[in-house]
C-alpha cells in the first residue's frame, strides 16, 4: 500500500493573509519593526549629542522633516498597538495570586494601563510640553 | 543539558517588550512628532538642557534603558518573526538582529560615556 500523504498547501511566506486574526498576529509582530528602527534614531540622537552643539541641532532639524514626522506617525501607531497586545495578555504572562484568591485579569490589565498613563503624563511633565 | 542562550534572550525580550510599551509612546509622541508639530516649548530639546540631562548618573541610565531594552526585544521578536515570514536561516537572522541590537547598544553607551 503506498498512498502519498496529504499535504495541505499553506505557503511559508503568506499564510498570515488567510484569516484577519492571523493579519492582526503579525501585525503585533511587525510592531518590532517599528520600535527598533525608532530605537535607532533614539541611537544616532544620542550620538549627536556627544557630538556637539551644531550636531545635535542638525538631528533636531531632521526629525522636524515631514518625512520624519510621517515615519513617527506610523511608528507611534505601531508602538500602541503593541503596549495594548503587551497590556492585555499580562493576566496570562503574570497571573497575580494574593492568599488564596487570583487577582481577576481585568484588575492586573487596568493596572497596566493606569500606570502607562502616569509614565506618560510624568515624561511629558519632564519635558515641559 | 546542552548550554542555551534562551533564558537571556527571553528574558531581554519581556523587560523590553514592557519597557517599550511603557515608554516608547510617550517617547514617539515628544521627539517624531510633537518637536517636529511645533508643540514643544523652544528650549525643551536645546542641547544644553539635553547634555545635562545625559552629564547626570540618573538621566544617563534611563537615556541607556531607552536603547538597550526596546532594541534587544525589537531583535528577538524581529528573529522570531522572520521564522513566520517564512525565512528559514535562523542562524543567519539570529546573528543580524542581535547584531544590531548590540551596534545600538554598544553606540548608546559609547556616546553616554563621552558627555
Known sequence: ?129 | MARSNKPIVWSLFAAGGTFAAFVTPVMIVVTGLALGLGLLPPEALSYERMLAFVQNPIGKGVAFLVVFLPAWHAAHRLRITAHDFGIRADGAVATICYSLAAMMTLLAAYALLSV
Open chain 1, 1 to 129: 500500500m503506498s498512498r502519498n500523504p496529504y499535504i495541505r498547501p499553506v505557503s511559508d511566506t503568506t499564510w498570515w493573509t488567510a484569516q484577519p486574526r492571523y493579519i492582526r498576529y503579525m501585525a503585533r509582530e511587525v510592531s518590532c519593526i517599528l520600535i527598533g528602527a525608532y530605537t535607532g534614531v533614539v541611537t544616532f540622537g544620542l550620538f549627536h549629542l556627544s557630538q556637539g552643539a551644531a550636531a545635535w541641532n542638525g538631528f533636531l532639524e531632521t526629525l522636524q522633516s515631514p518625512l520624519s514626522i510621517a515615519f513617527h506617525l506610523l511608528a507611534l501607531a505601531f508602538a500602541l498597538y503593541h503596549t495594548t497586545t503587551w497590556f492585555n495578555v499580562t493576566p496570562k504572562a503574570m497571573p497575580l495570586q494574593l492568599g488564596e484568591t487570583q487577582v481577576p485579569g481585568g484588575v492586573i490589565i487596568g493596572a497596566h494601563y493606569a500606570g502607562w498613563a502616569v509614565v506618560s503624563i510624568v515624561v511629558l511633565f519632564l519635558v515641559g510640553a
